[in-house]
């Protein structure tokens, strides 16, 4: 696949794990783990192949609302495989970057985090955008926040507010949009995705579990992109 095929910032909303464990008799934490596995090869794939940008939707908002034991499962998780990779993403090139609301997060994550960020950070041969605590209304009503006092500080007219103000508040200011974003799993929605920054991205949907989500599924997700004609609302000549 040519360079200019590519897309530059893969954005990826990775579902199934639990539905991936029942169909197979296991528990939902092994579902998780095996989930983890993926992540480390779509890391590398994505890095490997040239693309720039990646956004995994790790948790959101949303997520506080399973199961306790199941949530604490993910943060103890979570910090550990943070530990254990950051270095070797760094080694690769790969620098960490968390967007999300840190309100609400358990500081041993919250340092688990920092760490992996500062231990990663100048690398650049791909950015790694984890969302985690993640909701995109929160996002754009914090962005809103962050505007009106801005504005009522004198530092910003009314009239001067466009899409270019807007993103430069938002998680992911000074990085391009998504050019694609695929959900695993069979589910066809966004689910407070990047509300935002998905406005003309191409959507690729899989019945594929995240846990089966392998190189080869990522290359196909790929080709399908490189396969389109993108318009941005435009109208074919």
């Not at 790790?58 to 998780?77: G, H, K, L």
């Not at 754009?140 to 007219?157: L, S, T």
């Not at 009314?158 to 998504?178: G, R, W």
């Not at 589910?187 to 959507?203: D, H, T």
Request: net charge neutral; proline share 3%; charged share 25%.
């Amino acid at each position: 696949m040519q360079t200019d095929q590519l897309p530059r910032h893969v954005a990826i909303i990775m579902d199934g794990n639990g539905r991936w464990a029942k169909a197979r008799g296991m528990s939902r934490t092994q579902g998780h783990l095996e989930g983890v596995k993926r992540v480390e090869e779509i890391i590398k794939a994505a890095c490997d192949t040239g693309i720039k940008f990646l956004t995994i939707y790790a948790f959101s908002t949303e997520n506080w609302s399973r199961p306790q034991d199941e949530v604490s499962m993910i943060m103890r998780t979570f910090i550990i495989v943070l530990g254990q990779k950051a270095k070797e993403l760094a080694k690769n090139g790969v620098r960490i970057r968390f967007i999300g609301r840190r309100q609400g997060v358990p500081q041993e994550v919250l340092d688990a985090m920092d760490q992996a960020a500062l231990v990663t950070i100048g690398t650049a041969k791909m950015t790694l955008n984890i969302a985690f605590n993640y909701g995109s209304r929160g996002e754009i009503i914090d962005a809103v926040k962050c505007i009106v006092h801005q504005a009522a500080e004198g530092k910003i007219k009314a009239e001067d507010v466009d899409e270019k103000t807007i993103a430069s508040y938002l998680y992911t200011k000074d990085q391009p949009d998504p050019d694609l974003l695929i959900r695993t799993s069979g589910e066809m929605r966004i689910s407070n995705f990047l509300l935002w920054q998905l406005s003309y991205a191409e959507l690729y949907f899989t019945e594929k579990c995240w846990p089966e989500f392998n190189e080869e599924e990522f290359s196909k997700a790929l080709t399908s992109y490189a396969q389109r004609e993108r318009r941005w609302g435009g109208v074919k000549v």
